[in-house]
Nanobody
């Protein structure tokens, strides 16, 4: 499956963005989906994930209550709605798809496919 992430941009503190991850080649309903991010000089970190069937969601503590992951299998697209953005959210955001079974898909090792990153910049 090929993943195309989009929706990044520059916003001020407190602003919102919605990232999209469009899948092609295979139906998205076959995969759990996740979002990760990597800030300059830092390691990649888990942001959020959503299960394949039940739609259960999981979040990093740093984004809980501000970000919402969702999926629209009919559109073969996953989303990350980001509200109340902070400068610490500045990073390259990646979407990923997993065909594996996991408790929460928090680790990058669970994922089989990765999209290219989309840059989110939050200024104070």
């Amino acid at each position: 499956v090929q993943l195309q992430a989009s929706g990044g941009g520059s916003v001020q503190t407190g602003g919102s963005l919605r990232l999209s991850c469009a899948a092609s080649g295979r139906t998205l309903s076959s995969y759990a989906m996740g979002w990760f991010r990597q800030a300059p000089g830092k390691e990649r970190e888990f942001v959020a994930s959503i299960s394949r069937i039940s739609g259960s969601t999981y979040y990093a503590d740093s984004v809980k209550g501000r970000f919402t992951i969702s999926r629209d299998n009919a559109k073969n697209t996953a989303y990350l709605q980001m509200n109340s953005l902070e400068p610490e959210d500045t990073a390259l955001y990646y979407c990923a798809a997993s065909a594996k079974n996991s408790a929460s898909w928090r680790g990058g090792e669970w994922y089989d496919y990765w999209g290219q990153g989309t840059l989110v910049t939050v200024s104070s």
